[in-house]
């Protein structure tokens, strides 16, 4: 089954406390992004990568890093959390990146006290 | 620029009925407009998209209507029902450029 896994689906952390969220595509996509959801404000991408290697910024980097590795493997750091990164993160996969279909997982639930 | 206008912010509607929701977007250099449709619990998944050299696009009930001129597109549901009560979220992209809009919670009555 083609799908994009995300984990973990829930977290409650501390501030300042170093952590993962862990995200995986099985369907040989090129194009990877988090998006972080808030009420009223939609999704906003965090990072994007276009291929192995490559990374770049999007709307909210502040306070987060990518790293890509593999093609199939895309995680998000965050180095030294804090309460305003409280959120839902939503990791996505498109086969390329003009006007094509975007897959989500299924979300990681964050909060930070 | 690369802000996408959405509205309403919630909708209630009558099975049966038509839900309407419209965007904005004032960059012209987007040229592909997805709707996402997102139920509680999960990710958002594509629901039907459109490119600006047509005006519309149908796909069973769901009907995208777009004004080039008017930098404006919209989601048509017609037949509205229970099992479409969602998060809709229109958007916009150009090269490696996807914006969201904030998205409309709709509810369908029974």
């Known amino acids: 089954e083609a799908q994009v896994t995300q984990n973990p689906r829930y977290l409650i952390t501390v501030t300042g406390k170093k952590l993962t969220v862990t995200c995986s595509q099985n369907?040989?996509?090129?194009?990877m992004s988090w998006y972080r959801q808030d009420p009223g404000l939609g999704l906003r991408q965090i990072y994007y990568?276009?291929?192995?290697?490559?990374?770049d910024k999007g709307d909210v980097p502040e306070g987060y890093k990518v790293s890509r590795k593999e093609k199939r493997n895309f995680p998000l750091i965050l180095e030294s959390p804090s309460p305003n990164q409280t959120s839902l993160y939503f990791c996505?996969?498109?086969?390329?990146?003009?006007?094509?279909?975007?897959?989500f997982g299924q979300g990681t639930r964050l909060t930070v006290v | 620029q690369q802000q996408v206008k959405q509205s309403p912010q919630s909708l209630i509607v009558q099975k049966g009925g038509i839900s309407i929701i419209n965007c904005a977007y004032e960059?012209?250099?987007?040229?592909?407009f997805p709707w996402y449709q997102q139920f509680p619990g999960k990710g958002p998944a594509l629901l039907i998209a459109i490119r600006p050299d047509v005006s519309e696009k149908k796909e069973g009930r769901f009907t995208i209507s777009f004004n080039k001129s008017a930098k404006q597109f919209s989601l048509h549901i017609m037949d509205s029902q229970p099992g479409d009560s969602a998060t809709y979220f229109c958007a916009a992209s150009y090269g490696q450029n996807f914006v969201f809009g904030p998205g409309t919670r709709l509810s369908v009555l029974p």
């Open positions: 996505a996969s498109s086969r390329q990146v003009l006007n094509t279909e975007a897959f």
């Open positions: 960059n012209t250099a987007f040229d592909y």
């Open positions: 990568s276009m291929n192995v290697e490559v990374t």
């Open positions: 369907m040989n996509h090129e194009y």
